[in-house]
Nanobody
Framework: QVQLVESGGGLVQPGGSLRLSCAASGSIASMAWYRQTPGKQRELVARISTGGVTNYADSVKGRFTIFRDKAKNTVYLQMNSLKREDTAVYYC???????WGQGTQVTVSS
């Protein structure tokens, strides 16, 4: 059984930064961050393998960074140069499993 708890969302102005955290209890392997807006499918934002290999959606490349602290069993999403279109609920996921966090709202607005 794996539990994932996200934190770090909030309201930020365009061009600002936020860091999301996903703390895991239980064993995790590859991890991912997704986001979802009303009426749309959940979108893969970034993922990281156990070996540290990362992949990003084209829309966030160069602005977002996913990384993990194995000692803390936590995965992070550093989001810089935020745009209004980044507004969404962000979820972390133990990649390929049924384990999801509860979601954290990110709102980019002036």
């Amino acid at each position: 059984q794996v539990q994932l708890v996200e934190s770090g969302g909030g309201l930020v102005q365009p061009g600002g930064s936020l860091r999301l955290s996903c703390a895991a209890s239980g064993s995790i392997a590859s991890m991912a961050w997704y986001r979802q807006t009303p009426g749309k499918q959940r979108e893969l934002v970034a993922r990281i393998s156990t070996g540290g290999v990362t992949n990003y959606a084209d829309s966030v490349k160069g602005r977002f960074t996913i990384f993990r602290d194995k000692a803390k069993n936590t995965v992070y999403l550093q989001m810089n140069s935020l745009k209004r279109e980044d507004t969404a609920v962000y979820y972390c996921n133990s990649l390929g499993t049924k384990y999801w966090g509860q979601g954290t709202q990110v709102t980019v607005s002036s």
